[in-house]
């Protein structure tokens, strides 16, 4: 258990919709990154958060968005689904402390039918 | 930017040896991770190593390092059929971007 808990594990939804990924990072982690893995695409960085604020982004579309609360948690927005959006997303948080290593959520399977 | 390759497969035998090979472009790389993903599951980590390092040993695994090349290579000893899975690579500039490879499909036949 890596400490990192993420919300729904798995989510059916149509296109065209919009769904929201919810991200608890492990307990004193400032940090708060977002990927998607696919098939075709790997492990893809979309943004990272800091301590609420937006820290670096990635490949992220316009039709995601992000927050970091100031609880530290984080959500992530997919809007306008296409069936191309169906990925695993994960959420990752990590320490200042130490080598940086970041510590993966379980990973959010999003289907887009 | 940041790039991180590595080779998509790797088939082997229980109880042989397994590499898995990485490089990387950016010369400020401070630390150098191996990830592993079990089907279904998140990225855990396996080890770490800093680039002062040349050589990192844990059990069944070592890391080696070459700053020079940019290369990195995970060992596995004795390799097990749970060892099999899918193996990242990722760097970490000093400027803190983390950057992580295609990740290495290793598979282990009895």
């Known amino acids: 258990d890596s400490g990192v808990t993420q919300t729904p594990k798995h989510l059916i939804t149509a296109t065209g919709q919009r769904v929201t990924l919810r991200c608890s990072p492990r307990s004193g982690d400032l940090s708060v990154y977002w990927y998607q893995q696919s098939l075709d695409q790997g492990l893809q960085f979309l943004i990272q958060y800091y301590n609420g604020e937006e820290r670096a982004k990635g490949n992220i579309l316009e039709r995601f968005s992000a927050q970091q609360f100031p609880d530290l948690h984080s959500e992530l927005n997919l809007s306008s689904l296409e069936l191309g959006d169906s990925a695993l997303y994960f959420c990752?948080?990590?320490?200042?402390?130490?080598?940086?290593?970041?510590?993966f959520g379980e990973g959010s399977r999003l289907t887009v039918l | 930017g940041e790039d991180v390759e590595q080779s998509l497969f790797l088939s082997v035998r229980e109880g042989d040896s397994s590499v898995i090979n990485c490089t990387y472009t950016d010369s400020s790389s401070t630390y150098l991770y191996w990830y592993k993903q079990e089907p279904g599951a998140g990225l855990q980590l396996l080890t770490y190593?800093?680039?002062?390092?040349d050589m990192k040993q844990d059990q069944r695994l070592t890391v080696l390092l070459n700053k020079k090349d940019k290369h990195l290579s995970l060992r596995i000893a004795d390799t097990q059929t749970g060892d099999s899975a899918i193996y990242f690579c990722?760097?970490?500039?000093?400027?803190?971007?983390?950057?992580f490879g295609q990740g290495t499909i290793l598979t282990v036949h009895p």
């Open positions: 990722a760097a970490r500039t000093s400027y803190g971007k983390l950057t």
């Open positions: 190593i800093f680039s002062n390092m």
């Open positions: 990752a948080s990590s320490s200042r402390q130490g080598p940086g290593e970041l510590f």
